[in-house]
């Protein structure tokens, strides 16, 4: 699990103690390293919220890209969720 503040806390200590041996050392960063892997986050989408029309799709990335839209405010005009906005802008929309 990450924990980047302890991380931090432990490279500057580092940083702080050059007479820390190297063996220690390694140890210290190896630890720190550990705390800086996160999880991917295991979101999903409700399958009933549909996905976008190429129109749909379409007009998402021209609000986004063109106007300046929020991608809530485009889902809200939609219809639609705003994950669904998202991946259309973004490119990763599902067919």
Do not use: D
Not at 2 to 27: D, H, T, V
Not at 47 to 66: F, G, V, Y
């Amino acid at each position: 699990m990450s924990n980047i503040p302890r991380a931090r806390e432990l490279l500057e200590q580092l940083l702080a103690n050059p007479m820390i041996m190297y063996a220690e050392r390694n140890k210290i960063v190896r630890e720190a390293l550990e705390l800086m892997h996160r999880r991917k986050a295991k979101f999903r989408v409700s399958k009933e919220i549909k996905t976008l029309t190429p129109r749909q799709k379409k007009q998402a990335r021209h609000l986004r890209n063109k106007c300046g839209w929020s991608v809530l405010r485009i889902a809200q005009t939609l219809g639609t969720n705003h994950g669904r906005v998202s991946e259309a802008v973004r490119g990763k929309a599902h067919t």
